[in-house]
């Protein structure tokens, strides 16, 4: 098959990605010595804000999105192996997607639009801002579209068959994405934009707040998703061994989209606008949605074990000393799943319902989460990276040593960094300041980590730099050796048979995901309607 | 379809562990109130000088006949005021807190007095603080360019210390 389309794509949508991560992981050095008030010269809140809006627009917006759209197109191809459904259309989705974010970089880094990635009203940014931004979302719902109708032609093209696990992953996870945004949107046209526009004076915050936390807790796992894929559809193979379980595979995956979404108001455990008892709810729903990483844990650890025993690993834990470290794939999973451990306690206090009050808004939140997103998953997009690199430019990667650096530097930097963040913010520290002017003594306590967070961020930041340095090297280097390898998906340790269709199929879970939001989001939406709300006239920064 | 033993045992492991999680969180939060504040209370942030509960006349800390204490706070930007209050420990105190303008957040470092402070609702929230000191109190979300020097202070003082001073002064805030 001729897949030059399809590379092209797949190659432009992660470029887009990672030119994206590379500028904001610079923002990120730049904030943290900014914020720790070491260098005077450097102090600017105005400039700090900018960035940090920026810093999270292109690392959660605009890195993720189009990296999971790039790999997603991918995928479905070699997956499938058939060609993209309608390529006009998907490259339509680029430029539009592409337009949005340059759309919205302009106001975000001329200061116009310091309202940080989660808006924020009734502070207002300049209208291209939202423009921009929701521009950004309607071309990933052109993804969405491609992935579904694909899926569903497949189904109808070879009925009784089972989806490859692969393709099944990607299309629950362009499902989750509508769902997802449709929260922002419906805050975007409804609320943002006429506000923005001057068509209203005023805007609910009770009600943008609550859409927004319709999106914010699933967003995470539609980055996530990519990086579960690649537990299950390519670690096995690299390590030498089998996917445990498609089933319990296919199970995950279906929990993660189903439960991530009617929880986000974990988000707004400390918002008055929200009743106890929904709050409880959508807190009930955060702990399901820990059993599918509970069990995703178990099913890539057991292909692990597989592979260090059929390595000749001996013992209760020899196994893992003779995993091939060297791989980048399996190295990176290693790493990834320990980051995964930590940043899953810390998650677990965080939906601890009215415990969330002791770190809620303080350093340990952003802590946190860079060590789940930018640690766990993340690094899973690099060896996804290394992975395609070679098969999509037909180049052999530039040096897998170096590659093995970059994967060890990012894990070490971001252990780093995100551990005294963490401590911060048990001793109180504000996550969103850009500089400590309390007049306490307690703030003094802050300064030993916040030295530790510099030197981590810049590990990470020589980390990314090397990572840029290695696609670079093997996309345009000089080399005339070809590289012929194909996308290859992991075998299962024991058959698939007699699956049952609702492992297979989407449209019965997208029932389900309607009925448990009407649930859980229901009144909660329309109490905005019969409460007396007082709304906010928009207020600058 | 398979499913391995070895499997089936974890996921007991799993739904044990997290029904354990649950169960600790809802037996706090239905037996013995701890929860977190949402009141779902609306109030009129654009005319809170008018309204008789957040005067400027009516801020900062109050008991009642009954003795229980009342704080009752106005975030704005960039400042929680009154400026500076003063509590007794180990006491019951209430805290009601509303925005004049824009999304703000409190949080008094080491205690468990934190709130999402939204326009348009009154955020009230029970607590009380078990060790005597000077606290600051912190504003913990984004609300402008000058967000760094949005706090205030807060004296927690021993519960006799602050009864006394209670006679001597009459009403115990100081403005």
């Known amino acids: 098959m001729n897949d030059n389309t399809e590379r092209n794509l797949a190659l432009s949508h992660m470029w887009v990605a990672f030119i994206a991560f590379i500028l904001a992981c610079f923002m990120g050095e730049y904030q943290v010595l900014e914020r720790s008030g070491f260098i005077e010269a450097l102090d600017s809140p105005a400039m700090y804000f900018a960035s940090v809006s920026t810093h999270g627009v292109l690392m959660a917006y605009v890195l993720t999105t189009f990296f999971i759209m790039g790999f997603g197109y991918y995928t479905a191809s070699t997956s499938l192996k058939v060609p993209i459904w309608n390529k006009q259309l998907a490259w339509g989705g680029f430029w539009l997607a592409l337009l949005g974010v340059i759309l919205a970089a302009i106001p975000l880094l001329s200061g116009l639009a310091s309202v940080l990635y989660t808006f924020y009203p009734p502070v207002q940014a300049d209208t291209m801002f939202y423009v921009g931004a929701t521009l950004l979302i309607v071309g990933s719902w052109v993804w969405c579209g491609i992935m579904i109708v694909m899926f569903l032609q497949w189904k109808e093209a070879n009925p009784g068959e089972t989806v490859p696990l692969a393709m099944f992953a990607t299309t629950m996870n362009a499902m989750l994405w509508l769902w997802t945004s449709a929260g922002v949107a419906l805050e975007s046209l409804f609320l943002l934009l006429p506000w923005a526009f001057g068509w209203v004076d005023t805007i609910d915050v009770g009600l943008a707040r609550t859409l927004f936390a319709w999106t914010l807790h699933p967003i995470v796992y539609f980055w996530l998703i990519p990086a579960y894929t690649a537990y299950y559809v390519f670690v096995p193979k690299h390590a030498g061994s089998y996917l445990f379980s498609e089933e319990a595979a296919r199970a995950a995956f279906i929990v993660l989209v189903v439960f991530s979404l009617p929880i986000g108001f974990h988000h707004l455990y400390m918002d008055p606008e929200q009743a106890s008892g929904w709050k409880m709810l959508h807190g009930v729903g955060t702990f399901v949605v820990a059993i599918p990483t509970f069990m995703t844990g178990f099913t890539v650890i057991a292909a692990l074990e597989i592979a260090g025993r059929l390595r000749g690993g001996k013992g209760l834990f020899g196994w893992i000393g003779s995993l091939p470290w060297t791989n980048t794939m399996v190295l990176s999973i290693i790493l990834s799943l320990l980051m995964l451990i930590f940043g899953g306690f810390g998650g677990i206090v965080n939906a601890s319902y009215a415990m969330n009050a002791m770190i809620h808004n303080t350093a340990w939140v952003p802590g946190h989460f860079h060590l789940i997103f930018a640690g766990t998953t993340v690094i899973m997009y690099f060896s996804i990276a290394y992975y395609l690199w070679p098969i999509l430019t037909k180049k052999p990667i530039y040096s897998n040593n170096l590659a093995l650096v970059q994967l060890w530097t990012w894990f070490i930097g971001m252990s780093i960094m995100t551990t005294p963040w963490h401590v911060l913010g048990l001793l109180g520290q504000p996550r969103r300041i850009s500089s400590v002017v309390y007049n306490n003594l307690m703030t003094l306590s802050w300064e030993p980590y916040e030295l530790l967070m510099i030197m981590g961020g810049l590990v990470l930041l020589g980390s990314a730099c090397l990572f840029i340095y290695l696609l670079v090297k093997t996309q345009f280097g000089s080399t005339t050796e070809v590289f012929e390898g194909e996308v290859e998906y992991a075998e299962t340790y024991h058959p698939v048979k007699d699956l049952p269709d609702y492992l297979n199929d989407i449209k019965i879970w997208n029932k389900v995901i309607a009925v448990l939001m009407l649930v859980s989001f229901g009144i909660p939406i329309l109490q905005f309607f019969f409460l007396d709300t007082y709304d906010s006239s928009a207020w600058g920064y | ?175």
């Not at chain 2, 939060?29 to 977190?36: D, Y």
């Not at chain 2, 020097?149 to 021993?158: L, R």
């Open chain 2, 1 to 175: 379809m398979h499913i391995d033993p070895l499997e089936k045992k974890w996921a007991q492991i799993v739904l044990a562990i997290c029904a354990l999680f649950v169960g600790i969180l809802m037996i706090d939060a239905l037996f013995h109130s701890v929860n977190a504040p949402s009141n779902v209370e609306t109030i009129n942030s654009a005319k809170l000088h008018l309204s008789e509960e957040f005067a400027e006349d009516n801020l900062g800390v109050q008991m009642d006949e009954k003795g229980d204490i009342t704080v009752r706070m106005v975030a704005g930007r960039y400042s929680f005021f009154p400026k500076k209050i003063s509590v007794p420990a180990e006491t019951k105190l209430t805290f009601r807190w509303v925005s004049i303008d824009v999304l703000h957040g409190v949080h008094i470092p080491m205690t468990n007095m934190s709130t999402m402070i939204v326009p348009g609702f009154v955020a009230e929230i029970e607590t009380s603080f078990p060790k005597p000191g000077d606290y600051p109190v912190l504003c913990n979300e984004y609300c402008g360019l000058g967000h760094d020097h949005m706090w205030s202070k807060i004296d927690v003082v021993e519960k006799d210390q602050w009864n006394a001073s209670q006679i001597t002064t009459k009403g115990g805030d100081e403005k």
